[in-house]
């Protein structure tokens, strides 16, 4: 047995990171910002990690939260400063129309911030966003930055496989989508030709796509991104273009 003096000697020193928007809870981080810890009123302090099948937890880049799943980023942060700037880039790409009243579909939400980005364009009516891990949505739920997915009444998260999800959706419902799923080697049916015929099923004519490919493969000279683009092509999408930044491909219906 540890005893007491012991174990509290060994607690990791803490810094204040910033308060929750309601002032509710307070953010804390070690020194070496590896992990991300909340204190609530009653002074409690729960570190933001927990197992689900995989272990998931929150930690700082750069000031700002991400998402590692068994010690790999979720977030694409080479060549950005934050996630945050990925987001607002990989949503300027699709180039959403000042005007209207547009229906986005994010595939894959992870912490949220495309979700949130998108939701910022006043043409844009509703996201859908759809996150099969509950470990996930539950670090949202605690992520000062993923706040507004929970408050935000543009956004409806759902709690399911995007694979599946996407068969119940009706066709002709959305004019954008970002699809972010995980790796290939992770999630293969999301890369598949049963999906993509769904995701050309449920786009609205002249919908326009941002697809998160990631570059597996390369060093071995495999193409993920030309692979992708002969299913997308088959499946009756045009205009392919390739972003090597944000590792990922537009394309329109």
Same mark, same amino acid.
């Given at each position: 047995?540890?005893?007491?003096?012991?174990?509290?000697?060994?607690?990791?020193?803490?810094?204040?990171?910033?308060?929750?928007?309601?002032?509710?809870?307070?953010?804390?981080?070690?020194?070496?910002?590896? @992990? /991300?810890?909340?204190?609530?009123?009653? =002074? &409690?302090?729960?570190?933001?990690?927990?197992?689900?099948?995989?272990?998931?937890?929150?930690?700082?880049?750069? =000031? *700002?939260?991400? /998402?590692?799943?068994?010690?790999?980023?979720?977030?694409?942060?080479?060549?950005?400063?934050?996630?945050?700037?990925? $987001?607002?880039?990989?949503?300027?790409?699709?180039? *959403?129309?000042?005007?209207?009243?547009?229906?986005? @579909?994010?595939?894959?939400?992870?912490? =949220?911030?495309?979700?949130?980005?998108?939701?910022?364009?006043?043409?844009? $009516?509703? +996201? &859908?966003? #759809?996150?099969?891990?509950?470990?996930?949505?539950?670090?949202?739920?605690?992520?000062?930055?993923?706040?507004?997915?929970?408050? !935000?009444?543009?956004?409806?998260?759902?709690?399911?496989?995007?694979?599946?999800?996407?068969?119940?959706?009706?066709?002709?419902?959305?004019?954008?989508?970002?699809?972010?799923?995980?790796?290939?080697?992770?999630?293969?049916? /999301?890369?598949?030709?049963?999906?993509?015929?769904?995701?050309?099923?449920?786009?609205?004519?002249?919908?326009?796509?941002?697809?998160?490919?990631?570059? +597996?493969?390369?060093?071995?000279?495999? #193409?993920?991104?030309?692979?992708?683009?002969?299913?997308?092509?088959? $499946?009756?999408?045009? !205009? &392919? *273009?390739?972003?090597?930044?944000?590792?990922?491909?537009? @394309?329109?219906?």
């Amino acid at each position: 047995m540890v005893n007491p003096k012991e174990s509290r000697n060994k607690e990791p020193k803490l810094k204040f990171y910033k308060k929750s928007s309601d002032g509710s809870l307070t953010y804390l981080t070690d020194l070496e910002e590896n @992990f /991300l810890f909340v204190q609530r009123l009653d =002074g &409690t302090i729960s570190r933001l990690d927990l197992f689900d099948q995989h272990y998931y937890k929150l930690r700082l880049y750069n =000031g *700002i939260p991400i /998402l590692e799943v068994d010690g790999l980023r979720m977030q694409l942060v080479r060549d950005f400063k934050t996630p945050l700037d990925y $987001a607002k880039e990989v949503v300027d790409g699709l180039k *959403i129309q000042n005007k209207g009243k547009f229906h986005v @579909f994010d595939s894959c939400m992870g912490l =949220g911030y495309t979700a949130i980005e998108v939701s910022t364009r006043p043409s844009v $009516a509703s +996201v &859908t966003s #759809s996150e099969i891990s509950q470990a996930v949505i539950t670090l949202a739920k605690y992520n000062p930055y993923s706040e507004q997915l929970f408050t !935000n009444k543009k956004i409806e998260i759902i709690n399911q496989d995007s694979f599946k999800f996407i068969k119940s959706i009706a066709d002709n419902s959305f004019d954008f989508v970002i699809h972010d799923p995980p790796r290939f080697s992770h999630a293969d049916e /999301l890369y598949s030709n049963e999906f993509y015929q769904n995701l050309h099923r449920v786009c609205k004519k002249g919908a326009k796509i941002f697809h998160y490919v990631g570059s +597996v493969g390369t060093k071995g000279g495999r #193409s993920i991104e030309e692979e992708v683009i002969g299913r997308l092509l088959k $499946a009756g999408f045009k !205009n &392919t *273009i390739y972003v090597k930044k944000l590792q990922g491909l537009y @394309f329109e219906k």
